[in-house]
């Protein structure tokens, strides 16, 4: 997986209002359409990205939405960007009736 099973002792839960448990396959499918949107990005900014389609039915439309991406793709370029695509994220989204959040990059 991409994550560890339990906390680092660093943790501090008293900081943290939400974990939203992430597949790998969710965040694979989440970093290949970011990667089609021109942002070369890890598992970890995949999973990111799942979690605010997943919140996004709680935003208002006039709500901004900060998401920090912190790891590049580069080291997993014969992982994630070589395997046999999966259900895409994206299609799951549109079941549910989310529309696609607008990326930008500063």
């Known amino acids: 997986g991409i994550g560890i099973e339990h906390p680092d002792a660093?943790?501090?839960?008293?900081?943290?209002?939400?974990?939203l448990p992430v597949t790998d396959s969710e965040a694979f499918g989440r970093t290949r359409e970011l990667a089609l949107r021109g942002l070369l990005v890890g598992p970890s900014s995949g999973a990111v990205m799942h979690g605010v389609y997943e919140l996004s039915g709680s935003f208002k439309p006039t709500d901004t939405v900060v998401a920090f991406f912190a790891d590049s793709?580069?080291?997993?370029?014969?992982?994630?960007?070589?395997?046999?695509?999966e259900?895409?994220?994206?299609?799951?989204?549109?079941?549910?009736?989310?529309?696609?959040?607008?990326?930008?990059?500063?």
């Not at 660093?10 to 974990?19: G, H, L, S, T």
């Not at 793709?73 to 695509?85: C, D, H, N, Q, V």
């Open 10 to 19: 660093i943790f501090e839960k008293k900081y943290v209002d939400q974990v």
């Open 73 to 85: 793709g580069r080291a997993y370029l014969s992982k994630i960007f070589t395997e046999k695509k």
């Open 87 to 106: 259900t895409s994220p994206k299609a799951n989204s549109a079941k549910k009736g989310l529309s696609s959040p607008v990326i930008s990059s500063v």
